[in-house]
């Protein structure tokens, strides 16, 4: 074989960027790799391997056959000294939350974190790929940090309400009782938490980096969050396919542990198929006795005359209303035992601070997720698919003050999905359909706020799912599909919408419908953002089913930027963009909304 096989490569790193000054100059013949070593001879390596595979940090740029002659030519290499760095990050009260050290061997650069009380290749944040909050230290103050990191590590045991667990599968769309590992982490982001694997030969907790890897692209798997009550029957799975094949046999197939929702972690359902299939039998019996009495009277206009005034939570009951509708609006109006205050006044202090993307994730994504369920989420529109809601029931005075307006129009709401009831045959918005309808709004809503890039907080997630739990409560929504923790309330929303998930007409048509008004709502040059935002917002797949590709598409970007009072020319990355078309259609809905919450005349 010839030289013609024969390919020269500067290696560029961190450290050394300058390919007229590389880390290292590499060969690849036929038979193998081979570096120039510091006495000017070639000698084998297999460091091109390890950049390529991602092993280590580094570059290759392939140099012609003039270029390589000259830098083997004047090849000297890098003074010792410079072979090893430390990076810190810090957190606000000046002690270290990662320590890592990089060193080049080879021509390359590994590098390793000190966890545990020792440095540990399983490194939970790569120094070169998360600069953010980097900064170089010396030898010395590496030293220092590691003293603070030593007073302030944390046995596993005592931190276990901070463990999340991951089922970790070749596909997500699969059941996780087909994963291949089980991981739990701690302490920190994706790229910074302390990490372990469960190891079924042994039945222990090891250290890993599955999830960094993961999360660097270095491992094509996918990490699915899971309970830890799913993660303990993970373990036994993978203890009984362990045994299985040590043994050469094949392993049974286990009971289905779940699918991602996407909404949150992967739970056991709290409420079965026979219990579901019950409460779509079932109604509102205290709403539905007094709307039963108003239509009995016919006192459907006069009493919407009154109820016009009857708006603010700490207004008296109208004179003058039939004894049953009374004995409703007394009822009615307390949240439940269970309401923390302080969380509904932290969900209300973030709709004050942005209030347009709240109103843009019910339009473009929470409507639109439960429209996919159509033949059941038209029973309960009336009233839900407003940003009068949100402003009522999230703004000034809320839920809790007698000045507020939510307690009041959640009991009109609650009205008109009686009224629903009476006036239809069947038994439209039951149960089942309310659940789904104000379960769409406690799950999705703080879901759909992640995607706008408002530096939303897990915190934050948790005081609006409880706020709108609570509005659930007001809206007659039984106990029983009122789950209190938001990973629970994931697997029953999703399990509420799978049942009547299905392309149809009638959600193609709400999705049309709702795509008018908010048309009608936007300035001319930003008629048609709503599409392309429910195509962000939800995603392929259920775009198609609702026929969003069918609706018109583009808004020029200039219009964009005109609108937001930003240059024609501005450069946004993805994340402000994203942000700046929220807050346009957001502003605009809000300007809107005058939606009418009187109860339906007969006909």
Same mark, same amino acid.
């Given at each position: 074989? !010839? ?16 390919? #007229? ?55 000297? $290499? ?12 810090? #957190?606000?009260? !000046? ?33 070169? =790929? ?5 900064? =170089? ?10 003293? *603070? ?23 997500? /769309?699969?059941?996780? &009782? ?25 039945? =222990? ?12 692209? /270095? ?26 094949? #040590? ?6 197939? +286990? ?13 056991? +359902? ?51 209303? %039939?004894?049953?509708?009374? /004995?409703?609006?007394?009822? &009615?109006?307390? *949240? %439940? ?18 209030? $347009? ?10 409507? $639109? ?19 009068? *809601? ?88 039984? %106990? ?50 709503? #599409? ?34 930003? $240059? ?9 963009? =994203? ?6 259609? !957001? ?17």
């Amino acid at each position: 074989m !010839g030289d013609y096989m024969r390919r020269h490569y500067a290696i560029v790193t961190p450290f050394h960027p300058d390919v #007229s000054r590389p880390s290292a100059i590499v060969r690849v013949r036929w038979y193998g790799q081979e570096r120039l070593a510091g006495q000017g001879e070639w000698v084998p390596t297999k460091i091109a391997s390890d950049i390529t595979d991602q092993n280590c940090h580094g570059t290759l740029v392939p140099l012609t056959e003039q270029d390589a002659a000259r830098l083997v030519e004047a090849w000297r $290499p890098h003074p010792a000294g410079e072979l090893t760095r430390h990076y810190a990050w810090m #957190s606000e009260d !000046g002690r270290p939350r990662s320590l890592i050290r990089a060193w080049e061997q080879d021509g390359g650069v590994l590098e390793e974190s000190y966890r545990d009380g020792r440095w540990d290749g399983g490194h939970a944040v790569c120094a070169f =790929e998360q600069e953010a909050g980097r900064i =170089e230290v010396d030898g010395e103050t590496a030293e220092r940090l590691i003293h *603070l990191l030593h007073r302030r590590m944390v046995p596993v045991k005592s931190s276990r309400q901070e463990l999340t667990c991951y089922a970790i599968v070749r596909d997500d /769309r699969n059941d996780v &009782s087909t994963a291949h590992a089980l991981v739990r982490s701690w302490g920190g982001t994706s790229l910074t938490a302390t990490e372990e694997k469960f190891e079924p030969k042994t039945g =222990e907790w090891a250290r890993s980096m599955i999830l960094y890897r993961i999360g660097t692209a /270095r491992d094509d798997s996918e990490e699915v969050p899971i309970s830890e009550a799913v993660a303990e029957e993970l373990r036994h799975v993978l203890v009984a396919r362990h045994r299985a094949w #040590s043994e050469g046999r094949e392993p049974e197939t +286990p009971r289905p542990l779940g699918t991602w929702t996407r909404l949150g972690k992967v739970t056991f +359902p709290l409420v079965d198929d026979s219990t579901l299939d019950a409460l779509e039998r079932a109604g509102d019996p205290l709403a539905d006795a007094a709307v039963a009495e108003l239509y009995s009277l016919g006192e459907v206009r006069r009493v919407n005359e009154v109820l016009a005034g009857f708006a603010h939570n700490g207004d008296d009951v109208p004179d003058g209303l %039939p004894q049953l509708l009374r /004995r409703y609006f007394g009822e &009615s109006a307390a *949240l %439940p035992q269970w309401a923390d205050h302080e969380a509904i006044e932290g969900a209300q202090r973030s709709w004050a601070l942005f209030a $347009p993307h709240f109103a843009t994730v019910l339009c473009c994504y929470v409507l $639109p997720l439960r429209y996919g369920s159509a033949s059941t989420s038209r029973r309960t529109r009336r009233g839900m698919e407003s940003t009068r *809601l949100l402003q009522d029931v999230m703004g000034d005075g809320g839920l809790l003050a007698p000045h507020g307006r939510g307690v009041r129009t959640l009991q009109k709401v609650r009205l008109l999905h009686a009224a629903t009831r009476y006036l239809q045959d069947g038994l439209p918005a039951n149960q089942v359909d309310l659940a789904a309808t104000a379960g769409t709004l406690s799950v999705a809503l703080p879901l759909g706020l992640n995607k706008t890039f408002i530096g939303w907080t897990e915190r934050e997630r948790d005081e609006l799912f409880h706020l709108w739990s609570a509005a659930g409560h007001l809206l007659g929504v039984d %106990p029983v599909l009122t789950p209190r923790g938001y990973d629970d309330a994931a697997t029953l929303v999703d399990a509420l919408l799978r049942r009547g998930r299905a392309e149809s007409a009638e959600g193609r048509d709400l999705v049309k419908a709702l795509e008018r008004r908010v048309r009608t709502a936007l300035p001319g040059a930003l008629r048609h953002l709503f #599409s392309s935002e429910v195509r962000y917002f939800c995603g392929h797949d259920l775009s198609v089913l609702l026929g969003v590709d069918g609706l018109k598409r583009t808004t020029p970007h200039e219009a964009i930027l005109k609108a937001a009072g930003l $240059p024609e020319d501005a450069q946004l990355d993805g994340r402000v963009w =994203e942000r700046t078309r929220s807050a346009l259609l !957001g502003k605009a809905l809000l300007a809107a909304d005058r939606e009418d919450l009187t109860l339906p005349t007969p006909r």
